[in-house]
């Protein structure tokens, strides 16, 4: 896979950016995209799949994804989210003879032709942050719209535009992620796939012992936490506890009965409850509108 360098001139080029929709409950993915992508969360929730961990998706999230790398979206049910996108490289790559769209994506990961996947960035880019004025954003994407076609000679004259608009917003882009303030503590995302690997093994500890395992004060912990993930630590478990019942209600033909066994709930009717506090339906009425 082709990595960038110091000494190798960038010239950032923008393929494809869009507004996109996920329909209730669509799954994107296990997939690869061979540019570099950027999505901010414009409305509705969801969930990201990437480096081994689940990430809370919500209005304002901003996520840097670099070529290569395997990522899975996965809309909430309900509430599903929508979110301003754009591909790019941080040097021209010439993908015409992979395919006839100017930003590909790889579903079937073992065919994936590394020679096409992009240059990395020479710096380290945070890949999950949060911003506040989401509108904003949504206005600097919407400034290089493009298709997602290979251009030809009449689309010149726009594209150089849509590229000065693109070089604009990669600018407030990269100055908001490489900004030290805008960066989530790494120990978080490493106790996130504790906390859900404890999850699955039904040996969930309490708020305390976590917090305490990081030896940080309470009100920093919840801090941290909060803006790692949108949630509090009671309810990042609760969301990833009913998203794992909701998953097995689709792909399983369980009973409630036998998911709130499999999935350490203390009773059927705590998780019919809690499920139904999440979602506003019984995991009954859930899986008959879904399948």
């Not at 994107?28 to 969801?46: D, F, H, V």
């Not at 535009?161 to 882009?173: R, S």
Request: proline residues 6%; glycine residues 6%.
């Amino acid at each position: 896979m082709p990595k960038m360098t110091s000494h190798i001139p960038l010239h950032p080029f923008v393929y494809y950016a869009t507004r996109y929709p996920f329909q209730p409950g669509q799954i994107s993915g296990p997939r690869i995209c061979y540019s570099a992508s950027i999505y901010l969360i414009e409305q509705g929730t969801g969930k990201l799949g990437m480096n081994g961990i689940t990430y809370m998706m919500k209005p304002g999230t901003l996520i840097y994804i670099p070529a290569g790398k395997v990522h899975r979206w996965e809309a909430d049910s309900s509430s599903p989210m929508v979110h301003v996108c754009c591909y790019f490289d941080w040097r021209y790559v010439d993908r015409s003879s992979l395919s006839p769209l100017a930003a590909p994506i790889c579903f079937d990961l073992p065919k994936l032709q590394s020679e096409y996947v992009g240059p990395a960035y020479p710096l380290e880019i945070h890949e999950i942050t949060y911003i506040d004025k989401i509108q904003v954003w949504v206005h600097l994407f919407e400034g290089f719209y493009k298709s997602n076609e290979l251009g030809d000679s009449h689309q010149f004259r726009r594209d150089l535009k849509v590229q000065g608009y693109f070089q604009l917003f990669l600018e407030h882009f990269l100055e908001h992620t490489l900004s030290a303030r805008h960066r989530i503590d790494p120990r978080i995302f490493k106790l996130l796939d504790r906390m859900e690997q404890d999850i699955l093994n039904g040996q969930l500890r309490t708020t305390q012992a976590y917090q305490e395992e990081l030896q940080l004060s309470r009100g920093y912990f919840h801090e941290i936490f909060k803006k790692a993930t949108g949630f509090t630590p009671t309810q990042y478990v609760q969301v990833y506890r009913i998203s794992l019942i909701q998953a097995d209600l689709l792909q399983t033909d369980l009973s409630v009965t036998e998911l709130a066994e499999k999935h350490h709930f203390a009773s059927i009717h705590y998780l019919s409850r809690l499920f139904h506090k999440m979602t506003g339906e019984t995991p009954t009425e859930y899986r008959a509108r879904n399948r």
